[in-house]
């Protein structure tokens, strides 16, 4: 398994985020959420394509665990501010100033579009906690 800090040597192969900050849709709902997020990952799932092959290791196991150590170790978990919710492409997700930060919608992105690099299939699994309308 690769270390973390061997993949970081790496790092100039994951594209400079455009850095622009565009509003879908003001008060969305979970549904909203989730129809960005999964579009979010449609537009960049390349982001990752060379650098991704660096987390390849010699088992489908050992690879999911790398690619889940490296997102988690290297970018800091930070809540959305009140009423807003950042959807950030792997590039930005990195790259937020060479401070990278973001939450679990940018997070699941980042390991998706990993994944997606080593054409390991993935998928997404959304939860709401509060948003009835959405639950069946």
Known sequence: MPAIEELVKHED????????KVLYKADGSTRDIVKEVLQTYADSLNQLKEFGQYFKCNTLLETCSTIWHFWKEKVKYKIDPEGVQWIKTPAAFW????DPFGDCKSFAIACAASLHALDIKGAFRFVSFGDKKLRR
């Open 13 to 20: 192969l994951i594209p400079a985020p455009i850095n622009k």
């Open 95 to 98: 790259n937020a100033g060479h």
